[in-house]
T-cell receptor, first 115, second 112 residues
């Protein structure tokens, strides 16, 4: 079945450690995205990529980094510079960048807790 | 700053009633509008999208778009307890590539 796989589902880290969240899709989608969701809040865009080997900062990119070496994969690293990393992280993909009717499809999310 | 506004709720409706969820957005030139449903602790699921003025129906769901008023709504007919969730409105703003800006969501509770 086609879909977006995020792993792990839950992740616990100590403050000061970098951590990488995995996102893999087999939908053959060109565009991939990372959003963050805090309790009672909407989704905020961290980074997005419309094509392999290219990505752009979203609204809250500070303290995060990404890579897009393969079409299927878009890992997100939460660095120690991110001041409030505890959140629910959602990866998404869409088929046609720039097309207005190309909806985002989401993975199941990774819940990161940093103590 | 381009914004999407939703009433956080909760919006409570009795089972079988029509639930009406509303969303306003700041950019008059926006082209595409999406409604997602999110159950507690889960990821958002696409319900439907709309990009032409007027109504678009899909089963019990109807999206309504009024670009002049910068307003998009979602109607849920014959509401069921399983419809209890948070509904997120998302807008693709002009000149923003293929990325969506989300509202904070409206919590819907369908009561027996």
């Amino acid at each position: 079945d086609g879909g977006i796989t995020q792993s792990p589902k839950y992740l616990f880290r100590k403050e000061g450690q970098n951590v990488t969240l995995s996102c893999e899709q087999n939908l053959n989608h060109d565009a991939m995205y990372w959003y963050r969701q805090d309790p009672g809040q909407g989704l905020r865009l961290i980074y997005y990529s419309q094509i392999v080997n290219d990505f752009q900062k979203g609204d809250i990119a500070e303290g995060y980094s990404v890579s897009r070496e393969k079409k299927e994969s878009f890992p997100l690293t939460v660095t120690s510079a991110q001041k409030n990393p505890t959140a629910f992280y959602l990866c998404a993909s869409s088929s046609t960048p720039g097309r207005g009717n190309s909806p985002l499809h989401f993975g199941n999310g990774t819940r990161l807790t940093v103590t | 700053q381009k914004e999407v506004e939703q009433n956080s709720g909760p919006l409570s409706v009795p089972e079988g009633a029509i639930a009406s969820l509303n969303c306003t957005y700041s950019d008059r030139g926006s082209q595409s509008f999406f409604w997602y449903r999110q159950y507690s602790g889960k990821s958002p699921e696409l319900i439907m999208f709309i990009y032409s003025n007027g109504d678009k129906e899909d089963g019990r769901f109807t999206a309504q778009l009024n670009k002049a008023s910068q307003y998009v709504s979602l109607l849920i007919r014959d509401s069921q307890p399983s419809d209890s969730a948070t509904y997120l409105c998302a807008v693709m703003f002009t000149g923003g590539g293929n990325k969506l800006t989300f509202g904070t969501g409206t919590q819907l509770k369908v009561e027996l």
